[in-house]
């Protein structure tokens, strides 16, 4: 079997490593091949919501999410401009540890330069006229956030990154992946790729794919599943993206008049080679039961199709996005916790410095707040605790 020589291998063909591959090719590295049993986007890519919002964590989250959201704003006004819409986000609350907590995440976000505003219940019912209001002790609004394609600005890297050179392999078998010699190797329907530098971008499958290679990391699959409906009447224009925090049940436009909702994350471990992908009728049910009593204008709203998919959680809720511990030459760009679109964009420029730089110290200090190797010693079982938390106060939740 004949050899072949690249300069990086990127397991994954998803958002992150379609990413990836696009900015290691603007940064002068290559060869690069991109691996992936499936399609561009066929995984996590391919169900997510695809609300990008800086309403975030920490710095590092609204620095990474805001170059997503530009970059995503240019690919789409070049390659598809219904890909990106500047609709903004709005969130509430009628709790009262859950208000003094999203005060508390309005100030820390307007120190990072995020453009928040508070709202009032009059002012969120003139935004979303098909909801109810009434109680709402604190609601935060971010004019400037977006919702996209996940699936076509996937695509979108994914044919930047070809013109460039990246070879993809697609839809075949991993036959193998292992350390040999001082490289990674790849094997696949006849064919074998090496490699000195191998990222897993692999999403729910990351794993079980770096624990086959004696690497393993803090992982953990979980199901979280979306629907799509038909209101009636269609809504028309557009309409800001909003999550209703007591319930944890977000909403965002889709294209025709219809909405995406969610959230139904089940907070257990999953595998996703057997996970079931349709969505669930208590689900649906608990969509349903939120509209009425929070969205009564859209309580009537016909059911499209609902879905799962499987998104992977790390124990600090921060990604993993670096150097393996212990693994020379191994990157990963994973354990988003469902927030993967938000972050792709970014987190993969980043990477994509350092694996240009060789791992240079000031290309991995922009890395430093989510390095996989934070993580020492054994991989310790976690239950998944996702979620578009607020980060604050004393509420457990949060």
Known sequence: MTVERVEVLVLGAGIAGCALAHHLRAKGVGPVAVFDPETPGAG?????AGIVTEQL??????EVTRFA????????????????????????????????????????LREWGVPVEPLTADELAQKVPW???????????????????????????????????????????????????NRWALETAGRRLEAPSAVVAAGA?????LASVGHPLPLAPYRTQAAVLRPNPPVPGEFPSVHDIDVDVYVRPEE??????????????????????????????????????RFPGWAEAELVRAWAGVCVSTPDRHPLVGPVPGAAGLYTITGFNGFGVMRAGGAAERLAAVLASNGGEPEMDRLAPVDPRRFTGPVVPFSPRPGFTLEGGNDPRF
């Not at 499958?205 to 794919?209: A, I, N, T, V």
């Not at 079931?276 to 208590?282: A, E, K, L, M, N």
């Open 57 to 62: 964590w920490d710095r590092w989250d609204v």
């Open 69 to 108: 959201k530009a970059e995503y704003a240019r690919l789409a006004a070049r390659w598809s401009p219904t890909a990106f819409r500047t609709n903004g986000f709005a969130r509430w609350t009628r709790e009262p540890t859950a208000a003094t907590a999203l005060r508390e995440a309005a100030a820390r």
């Open 205 to 209: 499958w990351s794993k079980r794919l």
């Open 44 to 48: 996590a890519t391919g169900r997510a």
């Open 131 to 181: 909801g109810r209001f009434d109680g709402i002790l604190a609601a935060m609004w971010s004019p400037e956030d977006a919702v996209v394609a996940p699936s076509t600005i996937g695509e979108i890297y994914a044919e930047s990154a070809r013109n460039t050179g990246v070879e993809f392999l697609l839809g075949r078998p991993m036959a193998s992946f292992a350390r040999s010699g």
């Open 256 to 293: 025709a008049g219809r909405i995406l909702a969610g959230d139904g994350t089940q907070l257990v471990e999953v595998d996703p080679m057997t996970f079931q992908p349709g969505g669930d009728s208590s689900f649906v049910e608990n969509v349903a039961s939120t509209f009425a009593e």
